[in-house]
T-cell receptor, first 113, second 112 residues
Framework: GAGVSQSPSNKVTEKGKDVELRCDPISGHTALYWYRQSLGQGLEFLIYFQGNSAPDKSGLPSDRFSAERTGGSVSTLTIQRTQQEDSAVYLC???????????FGQGTRLTVV | GESVGLHLPTLSVQEGDNSIINCAYSNSASDYFIWYKQESGKGPQFIIDIRSNMDKRQGQRVTVLLNKTVKHLSLQIAATQPGDSAVYFCAEISSNTGKLIFGQGTTLQVKP
């Protein structure tokens, strides 16, 4: 289908290692969001990309977190020197700019051991 | 992180009854207020939205009410079905920034 695709679906990593999470948005969607969801919790905003504008990074919890979006399409969320508290589901969503209907991927479940 | 607040963490209703899920928001500058549904193991899915200059909008079996005076948003589900069991999040977005912010969620449990 032509939905939002995230990879990997599951990732187990050792504390201190770096991880990269990938998001393929719906073609043509100019807005791309990353959220973090801990077990039983809400969606914590991390970062927002809109077209060629500078991304809104106000939700990134520390300088260990970074994200980029290449060519206005695929996005990668990188977590350096992972900690156990980074364990969560990382969700990506895309939408047409300004529209309230965002389409979500299935998420990447990150477990730091 | 940023979020919109919710009143109740869990709501349990009988199949066939109507459900009302509530939400409080703080950002009066938002242009749209939205409800999303998240089933176990899946990403959230858009249900319905309401523009900030409206107070009511109806969809199929769902109605969203917006009270700007008290900054309150609600989702009403008519004739609740087992398939409605999920976590429901309210969210808000500003057309200027396009930033989509979510609340903490309410778990809806439908008893057969």
């Amino acid at each position: 289908g032509a939905g939002v695709s995230q990879s990997p679906s599951n990732k187990v990593t050792e504390k201190g290692k770096d991880v990269e999470l990938r998001c393929d948005p719906i073609s043509g969607h100019t807005a791309l969001y990353w959220y973090r969801q801990s077990l039983g919790q809400g969606l914590e905003f991390l970062i927002y990309f809109q077209g060629n504008s500078a991304p809104d990074k106000s939700g990134l919890p520390s300088d260990r977190f970074s994200a980029e979006r290449t060519g206005g399409s695929v996005s990668t969320l990188t977590i350096q020197r992972t900690q156990q508290e980074d364990s969560a589901v990382y969700l990506c969503a895309s939408s047409t700019q300004g529209y309230s209907e965002a389409f979500f991927g299935q998420g990447t479940r990150l477990t730091v051991v | 992180g940023e979020s919109v607040g919710l009143h109740l963490p869990t709501l349990s209703v009988q199949e066939g009854d109507n459900s009302i899920i509530n939400c409080a928001y703080s950002n009066s500058a938002s242009d749209y207020f939205i409800w999303y549904k998240q089933e176990s193991g899946k990403g959230p899915q858009f249900i319905i939205d309401i523009r900030s200059n409206m107070d009511k909008r109806q969809g199929q079996r769902v109605t969203v009410l917006l009270n700007k005076t008290v900054k309150h948003l609600s989702l009403q589900i008519a004739a609740t079905q087992p398939g409605d069991s999920a976590v429901y999040f309210c969210a808000e977005i500003s057309s200027n920034t396009g930033k989509l912010i979510f609340g903490q969620g309410t778990t809806l449990q439908v008893k057969p």
